[in-house]
């Protein structure tokens, strides 16, 4: 956190063949050493893989995707009188989304199609169905959320 004033939020630009701005963060998220390019060779080839497979408007299921695995809450660990509390907390829709962009990727990378455009391709699709690893980690952490409620009134 800053100390003397609020960061400047920079505005995005949407990007050029779908002109959505979330659809943009998320190749943001998936570029590695400033190789923009090669993200949107990813994105847009796995929008064709979507669309070949599931017959449906690929920016809707890569949105509906997102909505899905997107968190509620999340626990924050905090020091209470020498223990540590896991402390359920609400996101605000933007932090949710960023974990959403991060989960995605991360479970894209894990998979065992062979290359990234078909991996992140069958992550977005599993996570249209609501299905998939990184719809699991969703369900984990609101599970953990759940069962810590009883610390809710700790948080500040």
């Known amino acids: 956190m800053p100390r003397k004033r609020k960061a400047v939020v920079r505005e995005v630009l949407p990007d050029p063949k779908y002109n959505d701005v ?30 070949q497979k599931t017959k ?19 626990v924050v660990s905090r020091r209470v009188g020498g223990s540590n509390y896991q402390i359920p907390t609400e996101i605000s829709e933007k932090n ?40 699991k980690k969703r369900e984990d952490t609101h599970k953990m959320a759940e069962a810590n409620k009883a610390f809710a009134h700790l948080r500040w």
Do not use: D
């Open 56 to 74: 449906q408007e690929p920016l809707g299921v890569f949105k509906s995707a997102v909505e899905n695995v997107r968190p509620l809450v999340k």
């Open 96 to 135: 949710g989304r960023a974990i959403a962009f991060r989960w995605i990727i991360t479970y894209s990378r894990a998979r065992s199609e062979k290359t990234m455009t078909e991996k992140l391709a069958a992550e977005l699709i599993a996570a249209n169905k609501k299905e998939g690893a990184s719809i």
């Open 22 to 51: 979330v659809l943009t963060k998320f190749m943001n998220c998936l570029m590695v050493k400033g190789k923009k390019a090669l993200a949107e060779s990813i994105v847009y080839g796995a929008f064709e893989i979507i669309e």
